[in-house]
């Protein structure tokens, strides 16, 4: 059985569980899932290649989510984003306030 991918995914998250389980449930509905374990990384990857939809922690050691996307769209990548997280509640507010 051949699969024919649709959209690609990327997605961005520095704990490989998640990572991977993520791109384990995209492939499973027909997506081409690349999976990095970094915002640099991510940079790379959409430097790389063209991707319709992007997933990103926004919690992660060295380039968290929300520097990653505000570097996307500097470098004018205006890919459509969904972020997650399993911070706090007072965690996304105060990172929604450094927007």
């Known amino acids: 059985m051949t699969h024919t991918f649709s959209l690609k995914a990327l997605i961005v998250d520095d ?4 990572r991977n389980a993520v791109a384990m449930v995209l492939r499973r509905n027909q997506f081409e899932a ?3 374990p970094s915002g ?3 940079l790379e990857a959409c430097k790389e290649n063209a991707f319709d939809i992007i997933l990103t922690d926004l919690f992660m050691p060295q380039m968290d989510g929300v520097e990653f996307i505000q570097a996307l769209r ?3 990548i205006t890919t459509p984003i969904i972020t ?3 911070g706090h509640a007072s965690d996304i507010k105060i990172c929604q306030m450094r927007q």
């Not at 704990?15 to 998640?18: G, K, P, T």
Request: glycine letters at 18%; charged letters at 30%; hydrophobic letters at 40%.
């Open 84 to 86: 997650f997280t399993g």
């Open 40 to 42: 640099e990384k991510g």
């Open 15 to 18: 704990e490989d569980l998640v």
């Open 74 to 76: 500097a470098d004018g």
């Open 34 to 36: 690349t999976a990095v």
